[in-house]
């Protein structure tokens, strides 16, 4: 932890803590053997299959330095989020991205692993734009630092957005630094019964206004709208939009970000999909509900993947099965032939032995 200060507490654990996983990683060179990288394991139903043995970060906690006048927070890679998110909560403050943790034991390092935004996304940012710079061991056993403390520093700041949603793939890390966003003063959500035409309509419409929106879901029967400001903004986006006040919002959304809602209660593979918020509705046969105000939609559905793919891809987007199915398949949107290069020569720069997460990806990254 730090004090008042952001004089850093307990700092020779954590070295010794970074040197441990070093030594493992070095190991696992000598031994040419691949290593599976887990914080709290509560997504572990994300992405394909992958072998290896345990490279466990949970031990690898605390905040190693908090600025709340910077709006700025560095944090080790095992800290629960629950814990991250209760200290900024003190301090007025939070996460812009609203991330799923999907249990309590949820890590930093595993939020970063797989880059999930929550509602707030379109509106606060995606986890990827709060990522000012992070330390981690590459495939070559070394320690690296990428980024900074301050939003005014962007040297090497791609190479720490790199590592959002990598799924580990590319290196260990130790600890990250991330931009902040005050709590809004107030916040409500809005109801209104409508068809989809109807949803999708006023979810465009209302997205192109000056409105203090933070969430719009359609769950196929109703819209909800939340709105995050001041008391005056809120109050009067209220007014302008109507629609029926939310008894219980704040765990309405909690429920649906940490896929809660009786939607997500279903045996059938869940798909997450990528359009234009404005896309038309894709004709796949199957349960659906909209967020990100109709840019990522949520599909249950026992349709062949290759088939989901392919109308996606119609649409102008793409596919990846979230949760169920066939993860030793492929899970996420096939690549074309240039990018899935790109990511391959990534790889290789930093894992030249495919240590770390051998295949969570794709098969041969």
């Known amino acids: 932890m730090t004090d008042g200060q952001g004089k850093e507490l307990g700092g020779n654990l954590a070295d010794d803590q970074s040197g441990m996983v070093q030594q493992a990683v070095q190991q696992a060179m000598a031994d040419d053997r691949a290593l599976r990288v887990v914080g709290g394991g509560t997504k572990q139903f994300y992405g394909r299959m992958t072998e290896g043995r345990r490279l466990d970060l949970a031990g690898h906690r605390g ?28 301090q007025g403050q939070m996460l812009p991205f609203e991330p799923p943790r999907f249990g309590a034991a949820a890590t930093v390092g595993g939020m970063i692993a797989c880059g999930l935004s929550g509602p707030r996304r379109p509106w606060s940012g995606a986890m990827r734009d709060a990522a000012l710079g992070l330390r981690c061991i590459n495939g070559r056993g070394e320690q690296l630092r990428f980024g900074g403390e301050v939003v005014k520093n962007v040297a090497g700041f791609d190479v720490s957005r790199l590592m959002v949603g990598a799924m580990g793939t590319l290196g260990v890390i130790l600890e990250v630094s991330l931009k902040l966003i005050p709590c809004p003063v107030l916040e409500q959500t809005r109801v209104f019964d409508c068809a989809e035409g109807q949803a999708r309509e006023w979810m465009a419409d209302w997205s192109r206004r000056s409105l203090p929106l933070s969430g719009a879901v359609f769950d196929g029967r109703q819209l909800f709208v939340r709105l995050s400001g001041s008391g005056a903004g809120v109050s009067a986006a209220t007014q302008q939009l109507g629609g029926d006040d939310l008894a219980g919002s704040e765990g309405w959304w909690r429920n649906i970000c940490e896929h809660q809602h009786d939607f997500f209660r279903d045996p059938r593979p869940l798909w997450r999909l990528s359009l234009p918020a404005a896309a038309q509705p894709v004709n796949i046969i199957g349960d659906w509900l909209y967020d990100w105000g109709g840019a990522q939609r949520w599909l249950k559905t026992a349709l062949q993947s290759n088939i989901i793919r392919e109308m996606v891809m119609r649409a102008g987007g793409h596919a990846t099965l979230f949760r169920g199915g066939d993860r030793q398949g492929m899970v996420f949107h096939p690549l074309s032939p240039a990018i899935h290069s790109v990511h391959k020569e990534l790889k290789a720069a930093f894992d030249p032995q495919r240590l770390f997460n051998r295949g969570c990806l794709y098969p041969d990254i």
């Open 63 to 90: 905040i190693v330095r908090y600025e709340p006048t910077e709006l700025v927070v560095t944090v080790r890679s095992g800290t629960p989020v629950v814990e991250l998110e209760q200290l900024l909560s003190e």
